[in-house]
């Protein structure tokens, strides 16, 4: 058994550390904002697996600004880098941080602006046929130029 334990805390050497799946750097400040369907609303996807729906996203919502209605089918985690980010239960502020359970429901209003971070394990279902984040790089490619 420590046997065991011992081959399970073993540092790695270079040569493991080099052959390990590779880092993703994003240089996320020449990305460009991709707009979405919800007027005001730019998105930035940071990081997107298909096959399971998990998502990072920079999400720059002008004054006024909403996402309509819809519920989370898993947990979101949001970080409000600038203004704020409100909905029907409260709002967070630059600095601070929401993260709402599957099965919340809510529209996300931004009335004085807000810059934020997201991760999503599984995408949103919107009401009224709205697409997610995800589908607009789909939809972007299907326009012709």
Request: glycine share 6%.
């Amino acid at each position: 058994m420590a046997a065991q334990a011992s081959a399970q805390t073993r540092r790695p050497t270079m040569e493991e550390i080099l052959s390990s799946p590779r880092s993703t750097f994003v240089d996320v400040e020449h990305m460009a904002w991709t707009p979405s369907k919800f007027p005001g609303v730019d998105v930035k996807i940071l990081y997107q697996d298909e096959n399971t729906g998990m998502l990072t996203v920079l999400t720059r919502m002008a004054p006024g600004s909403f996402i309509p209605l819809h519920i989370h089918t898993d947990i979101e985690q949001t970080y409000v880098l600038e203004g704020s980010l409100d909905d029907e239960q409260g709002s967070a502020t630059a600095g601070n941080f929401v993260w709402r359970p599957g099965g919340n429901t809510h529209l996300a209003r931004a009335p004085n602006g807000c810059l934020s971070i997201s991760f999503f394990t599984k995408p949103n279902k919107f009401f009224d046929d709205v697409p997610w984040f995800t589908d607009l790089a789909k939809e972007k490619s299907k326009t012709p130029v």
